[in-house]
């Protein structure tokens, strides 16, 4: 494959020069009435073990040679295995590792969100020195991936679509913990965003941690008053915030995230929220229980209708596959 483009922020035109991230060329608007075709990866978790280059590298490979021809790659999120607690040189070394797959293997543009194993420097604890490093949290990723902002929109195929950053540190009984939601200067920016969307525009909304999610229902067991909890760490603690705004704007069709490894997919009003599988399965060390390592193709109709199709990437552990 081509040396891609990847990472973006903006909707300025760039070119990629050497090993440095850039912006994307802005994504052509596509015939009027013309459905777009896209590919979602979530929880890439890239690391040098495991084969992991090796199967991203076919995993990017199938999407740009599937019938469907899609032109835009969305990434939510946890794209390295993980710089949450690693030295700065080994958070490099992994983004270095992302930086030069996709460098290589691919051609499409990519948007990216980020997700919790991005952000750099153990930020759970008050007193770590990292706090000083002006690349500490997100920072560091940020730059990595060529990213202005950690949230932004565009346009592509008549379509508005919306990459949030849902991963929020917060100080939790003496510590910091993050958890899923936004910040208030964020919801602003959102509530505007979709304020000036045309009304008959549909609207994508991609996160890394689920606006709703029924996944982490597996398993699980109601409490001594028969009831089941949610955690913030696992589903976006905002979330009824979303319903509400999202009632106001009925033209938000579809929403994607990541983060749970698992597969799901539930319709509330006019919106329907699927959790995608992961790419790396049980962070190349075994598969997901509930999916295969694997990605999605959509196709986004101009009415706001979708086609879904969850394609599995053929992973097996201990196995360099042909790319």
């Not at 999407?63 to 030295?87: E, F, W, Y």
Request: hydrophobic share 40%; net charge neutral.
């Amino acid at each position: 494959m081509a040396a891609g483009v990847f990472g973006t922020t903006s909707r300025k035109a760039a070119a990629l020069t050497g090993t440095e991230m850039s912006n994307p060329p802005i994504i052509p608007p596509g015939a009027a009435g013309q459905p777009l075709t896209i590919a979602h990866i979530t929880d890439v978790h890239i690391i040098d073990k495991f084969n992991a280059e090796q199967w991203v590298s076919k995993a990017l490979h199938m999407i740009q040679s599937h019938p469907k021809k899609p032109s835009i790659i969305l990434n939510t999120g946890d794209c390295v295995m993980d710089t949450a607690r690693q030295k700065k040189d080994e958070a490099l070394h992994l983004w270095n590792v992302w930086k030069t797959t996709f460098k290589r293997e691919n051609s499409l543009p990519l948007h990216t969100c980020l997700g919790n194993h991005d952000v750099w420097g153990d930020v759970m604890k008050l007193d770590t020195p990292l706090r000083n490093d002006p690349q500490f949290g997100r920072k560091l990723a940020l730059d990595q991936l060529g990213m202005d902002s950690p949230y932004h929109s565009f346009d592509a195929g008549g379509w508005h679509i919306i990459m949030l950053d849902s991963v929020f540190v917060e100080k939790y009984n003496g510590h910091f913990a993050w958890v899923g939601r936004l910040d208030d200067k964020q919801w602003a920016w959102l509530e505007a965003d979709l304020a000036k969307t045309p009304a008959d525009k549909p609207v994508l909304v991609c996160s890394h941690i689920p606006i709703m999610q029924v996944a982490s229902m597996n398993g699980m067991k109601p409490d001594k008053d028969r009831s089941y909890t949610f955690t913030e760490r696992w589903m976006m603690g905002d979330a009824h915030k979303f319903v509400a705004l999202f009632r106001k704007h009925p033209n938000v069709k579809l929403c994607l995230s990541g983060h749970l490894h698992s597969l799901d997919r539930l319709e509330l009003n006019y919106t329907t929220y699927i959790c995608d599988g992961s790419v790396c399965g049980g962070k190349w060390r075994g598969a997901s229980p509930l999916h295969p390592p694997g990605f999605s193709i959509l196709t986004l109709n101009p009415n706001g209708s979708f086609e879904y199709e969850y394609i599995p990437i053929g992973w097996k552990e201990g196995v360099i596959p042909k790319v």
